[in-house]
């Protein structure tokens, strides 16, 4: 299977109600996957850039078989359009979006780990950080019908107890191009020191903050300086990322799902994020664990950041 041609400039992208253009606001990302073997122009990218593209990481083969058996598991529940192969991911006309969190059986089943605990993948992380490396039991595995997306955080608001040398990595395992609801990254976010002893300080659990910083692509843009990046995700393709870099995903504007799945990725012997591995009685306690609480509201913190 070929590669995605180049993104050609003033190439239109929507996203929302709001329109970007290639080269000017929005850019494509860089794919590292030459570099493979060479950990550190890696590291040195990632610290300059604050992510790594790496188009094929996951063999395609198993990343389709993912796929495939999420979509299984979605016309089990219904979601699929009626008359159609399972395999191609019609979104059926109840448009649910399905997250396979806390469905271990779906979210943990071989064809899911044997993309994202593959040998290959650990192996990766072993030689980038360089030691014994551990991922959390909780993997987000995320399925957007038609409109679904995600907003703009950084993963420290949520993901980021214990040790900051951690990494996020968001595989796609359906082909997700420009209307399918790509993952957005907003490039020299990694670097804005004020967002990140203030929102990226937070913990939303602990604070009892709201986590989503901004729903608006054309404030990070305008009021931020940051230049949006994305590109034509085959299956197998992964961004790379650390805990301070703003992301959000677009609106699925298709009529097929949009699957993808993000994990973390740390060194074994530094300091975990407890609320997201098994305890006990087997299950996690994730985010929003608190109950009946009120979180305090973005737009209230932003002035006391003056982030305004
Ligand atoms: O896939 C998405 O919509 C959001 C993913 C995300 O926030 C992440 O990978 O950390
Ligand atoms: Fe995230």
Redesign the pocket.
């Known amino acids: 299977m070929n590669k995605p041609k180049k993104i050609a400039k003033d190439t239109p992208f929507d996203f929302g109600e709001h329109r970007f253009h290639f080269g000017e606001e929005i850019m494509e990302l860089e794919d590292s996957s030459s570099l493979l073997n060479n950990h550190e122009t890696l590291h040195r990218k990632m610290c300059e850039d604050g992510y790594l593209f790496i188009r094929g990481f996951h063999q395609r083969e198993y990343a389709e078989k993912a796929a495939h058996w999420t979509f299984q598991n979605i016309a089990e529940r219904g979601g699929l359009k009626a008359n159609t192969p399972v395999e191609e991911g019609h979104i059926g006309e109840q448009n649910q979006t399905f997250s396979f969190f806390r469905q271990t059986e779906v979210a943990h089943a071989k064809p899911i780990l044997d993309v994202v605990d593959s040998e290959r993948t650990m192996q990766f992380y072993r030689d980038f950080l360089g030691g014994p490396v551990i991922t959390f039991d909780k993997r987000?595995l995320?399925c957007?019908a038609k409109g679904?997306?995600?907003h703009f955080?950084y993963?420290s608001v949520?993901?980021g107890r214990g040790t900051q040398n951690r990494y996020?990595?968001?595989s796609a395992l359906t082909d997700i191009g420009l209307e399918n609801?790509p993952?957005v990254i907003c490039l020299g976010s990694h670097k804005h020191e004020r967002l990140k002893s203030t929102y990226g300080a937070t913990d939303m659990d602990s604070d009892l903050t709201e986590a989503v910083f901004s729903t608006n692509p054309r404030e990070m843009v305008e009021k931020f300086g940051f230049t949006l990046a994305t590109a034509h995700f085959q299956p197998g393709d992964v961004?790379i990322?650390g805990l301070f870099m703003m992301?959000?995903?677009a609106p699925n504007r298709s009529d097929r799902y949009?699957i993808?799945i993000?994990t973390r990725y740390q060194l074994a012997h530094e300091e975990k994020d407890d609320r997201f591995f098994f305890r006990e009685d087997g299950s996690w306690l994730g985010n929003f664990y608190n109950k009946g609480v009120s979180y305090r509201p973005m737009s209230e913190l932003r002035q006391e950041w003056e982030l305004e």
């Open positions: 987000w995320r957007m679904g997306h995600n955080h993963d949520y993901v996020t990595m968001w609801g993952l961004i990322f992301h959000s995903s949009r993808s993000d």
